[in-house]
């Protein structure tokens, strides 16, 4: 996997983290506000209702005291005695009887009989002769819900207090259980719209990432593949209209094809003319110097034409199929050192020294075409020559690793831009430091060469300064 690829993947899961992430807080937060109020609301309603229960025992009771059982201090206390031994609500409510100086006179309650609660509702009461009601805690510490009412005498003086008292433990556990509830069913919400969010993502950006990657190989040259289209929505249309890119540019490409190697075949003929009648004239020795200055360019000029037919030619036969290997068993290190060795005599004539590191194990035979792969090896050297002019050296070194035969020739030039390390491989791309000769389609040929040995070409920029290539073939076939 290239590092595009990578980074493609990285991106396509970054959208859907990022989708993922968006809903799912944006759900999370709606459904916290709405569990939120929903609490606050059945917290306040099971309080009120409470409450307003509270509230209409307690006016029934006073309402009985007052019109039935307050002549008298004696027929009073005879009636909350009673009244408290016959309360059938003892296990819910205690039932307290408050004399005005604020301590229990009698209570369903035996245990609280004599004390005084000190809670605000009962010093509501003596103050205002009014109903109160108190929420917080008794001095034991639990938490209670009170209400609190006069009963008066028929000339309207307060003879003492009735107060119904209940535990809020149990509203607090009907709170608690609503609130699980609704809290159960916003995590049932936040999975349903996750589960969702999947199947949309899926049917979307996975879609999306096939296309993505189908695009790319047709960037990177297989113009003419196709993209299944089983979508009859927008992404339906973008597929149309890449297939119908894709025909449009394997057309192009097919003209283009043929237009170069019509012309490359027309070009042969003459260029061959050429280089022969001018080595004829420079065996003339009547030529004035300038005459055969003249002539030995024309014969450079020449030859170095016909190698850039020869190059168009190889590319028009990778591009329509017709290239083939005549694989055999090679030593791959004697075939590199003889076109050293030949390569080595040329650079000296223009002052380059190239240095060679051999591999410190033997390397067995591995299959390879010699012809092709010295024809990559001339290359990437003439290209190394190209660049190195101004470090002066060349370095050329072979080793084995695990399967693996890798050849790295380094040069001390400038090096390339990190965004052309990959461009200038493809056919007709010349990099910004190039000297403007050639046909720009040398390194997309031994390229290809390399691919159908199963091995790989990499360019990358060396430490130090310098453009380091590097050339890998498999020990074995398949490897």
């Known amino acids: ?43 306040r309603y099971y309080y009120m209702t409470a409450q307003t229960g509270l509230e209409t025992k307690v006016k029934a ?88 009412a006069p009963i008066t005498y028929s000339d309207g003086q307060t003879v003492g207090i009735i107060r119904y008292v209940t535990s809020t433990s149990i509203i607090d556990r009907q709170i608690i259980g609503a609130s699980a509830i609704a809290a159960c069913i916003a995590i049932v919400v936040i999975l349903i719209v996750v589960i969702l969010n999947m199947m949309f993502l899926r049917s979307f950006v996975e879609p999306v990432g096939d296309i993505t990657e189908m695009a790319k190989r047709i960037a990177e040259g297989s113009y003419g593949v196709q993209i299944e289209n089983s979508y009859d929505d927008e992404v339906g249309e973008m597929v149309d209209a890449i297939n119908e890119m894709s025909i449009k540019i394997a057309q192009s490409e097919k003209m283009q094809t043929g237009f170069i190697s019509s012309v490359s075949h027309e070009l042969r003929t003459p260029l061959t003319a050429i280089t022969g009648w001018s080595e004829t004239i420079l065996y003339d020795e009547s030529l004035d110097g300038e005459t055969r200055r003249g002539v030995n360019i024309i014969l450079r000029e020449a030859k170095r034409l016909t190698k850039m037919v020869e190059e168009l030619l190889e590319f028009t036969r990778i591009e329509d199929g017709r290239f083939t290997l005549n694989i055999e068993q090679i030593d791959i290190a004697a075939e590199l050192e003889d076109t050293i060795f030949t390569y080595r005599e040329l650079l000296k ?4 020294e190239m240095t060679y590191e051999p591999c410190d194990d033997e390397i067995p035979l591995i299959p390879g075409d010699p012809e092709r792969l010295r024809q990559v090896f001339l290359n990437i050297f003439d290209n190394a020559a190209k660049y190195a002019r101004d470090g002066g050296k060349i370095d050329v070194s072979v080793k084995m690793d695990n399967d693996f035969v890798i050849i790295t020739v380094r040069d001390y030039g400038p090096g390339l831009p990190e965004d052309e390390l990959e461009r200038v491989k493809m056919k007709f791309y010349k990099g910004s430091n190039a000297t403007g000769r050639g046909s720009g389609i040398g390194l997309a040929v031994c390229d290809e060469i390399i691919r159908y040995h199963g091995g790989g070409l990499v360019l990358q920029n060396a430490e130090g300064g310098g453009l380091a290539v590097t050339v890998t073939l498999p020990l074995r076939s398949g490897v």
Request: without cysteine; proline residues 1%.
């Open 1 to 43: 996997m290239t590092l595009k690829e990578k980074a493609e993947k990285r991106r396509i899961r970054s959208i859907r983290h990022r989708w993922m992430r968006t809903s799912i807080i944006v759900v999370s937060a709606i459904l916290a506000i709405v569990v939120m109020l929903f609490v606050l609301f059945i917290h």
């Open 61 to 148: 009771a006073t309402g009985f005291f007052n019109y039935y059982v307050t002549s008298t201090y004696a027929e009073y206390y005879d009636s909350i005695y009673r009244y408290t031994e016959t309360f059938e609500d003892g296990d819910k409510l205690e039932l307290q009887f408050i004399d005005t100086n604020g301590r229990i006179l009698k209570s369903t309650n035996s245990m609280t009989s004599g004390g005084a609660p000190g809670t605000g509702d009962i010093a509501e009461v003596l103050a205002t002769g009014q109903m109160a009601s108190y929420i917080g805690r008794s001095s034991s510490g639990e938490r209670i819900m009170s209400v609190s």
């Open 349 to 352: 004539q223009e002052d380059l």
